[in-house]
């Protein structure tokens, strides 16, 4: 833990700098943000101006820490590739700048394609879990973790490797569904 204890603090402090964003932009903001969109582009679920400035940092932040956390103390977590091991550690604080800077954004009157952010982002991720899910070995916290992949190296090696192909094709198909 003390070997990445700076990569888990600069990770922890990226996903809380919106709330920074957020203070600047406060007297602009609304007391209502939109917090979802439905397939429509249309907002469909709103929150408080606190709590998307100050609550979702923090819960993204936690979600962090406890994605973290359980790799950490995977008994095989040697077994995890460091590629994949750097990927866990910033897609939470990705995610929560594209998410708070999209939701400022609208509130304060931008016209957003809500779908377009959304494809793109998941798509990407898709793709670069794809291209690192088949170079793990077992382990109990990154991969496809079935009982008999778990026990059986083959099997384990067969399955990612199936499901890093098909999480890059979902990618695509999530970056392509933004033009269709």
């Known amino acids: ?9 600069l990770t922890c402090i990226i996903t809380l700098l919106p709330m920074v964003v ?3 932009l406060w007297k602009r903001l609304p007391e209502t943000m939109a917090t979802h ?5 249309e907002a469909n679920g709103w929150s408080s101006k606190e709590f998307v400035v100050f609550g979702m940092p923090v819960i ?3 979600l962090h820490l406890l994605a973290v956390g359980v790799t950490m103390t995977d008994p095989k977590k040697r077994n ?13 604080p990705v995610v929560s700048w594209f998410a708070l800077m999209t939701m400022y954004l609208s509130a304060l009157g931008s ?3 809500i779908g377009l952010v959304v494809n793109i982002l998941v798509g990407a991720v898709f793709i670069i879990v794809g291209n690192y899910l088949p170079k793990n070995k077992q382990n109990y916290s990154v991969g496809i973790k079935l009982p008999w992949t778990l026990d059986d190296e083959e099997n ?3 399955t990612n490797r199936l499901s890093g192909y098909l999480f890059i094709i979902s990618g ?3 970056i392509v569904n933004v033009f269709s």
């Open 1 to 9: 833990m003390k070997k990445y204890r700076g990569r888990l603090l």
């Open 22 to 24: 957020g203070l600047i």
């Open 37 to 41: 969109w439905g397939a429509n582009n």
């Open 60 to 62: 993204l932040m936690l």
């Open 80 to 92: 995890i590739g460091n590629r994949m091991f750097g990927i866990l550690f910033w897609i939470v």
């Open 111 to 113: 016209e957003m394609n």
């Open 156 to 158: 384990w090696n067969k």
């Open 172 to 174: 695509f198909v999530f």
